[in-house]
């Protein structure tokens, strides 16, 4: 199994910006990918982000690119996206999420980060 904590959540104003950071334990061997959802009131889920463990590639939703980065230190297990010039859209709750190895979907998962971002 692996366990993932998420933390670094809360509320900022329009334009200001947040990082959260997800360290993940257990069985990592087994992930290749971590990544991070969304979720609004009403919404369903989304991928917003992602980072590979070995080669640090990269993925962006276009409603986030530009203005959100994820880094990785795989020494540390952690990622961590860094939200810039956030928006009042951008409110949801924030998931991280590990990818096994040879399987697309996400296996593993965080409990969950509210960000709120005021107007």
């Known amino acids: 199994q692996v366990q993932l904590v998420e933390s670094g959540g809360g509320l900022v104003q329009a334009g200001g910006s947040l990082r959260l950071s997800c360290a993940a334990s257990?069985?990592?061997?087994?992930?290749?990918?971590m990544g991070w959802f969304r979720q609004a009131p009403g919404q369903e889920r989304a991928l917003v982000a992602s980072i590979t463990w070995g080669g640090g590639s990269t993925y962006y939703a276009d409603s986030v690119k530009g203005r959100f980065t994820v880094s990785r230190d795989n020494a540390k297990n952690t990622v961590y996206p860094q939200m810039n010039s956030l928006k009042p859209e951008d409110t949801a709750v924030y998931y991280c999420?590990?990818?096994?190895?040879?399987?697309?979907?996400?296996?593993?998962w965080g409990q969950g980060t509210q960000v709120t971002v005021s107007s």
């Open positions: 999420a590990a990818r096994r190895q040879g399987v697309p979907e996400y296996a593993y």
């Open positions: 257990g069985r990592t061997y087994r992930t290749d990918a």
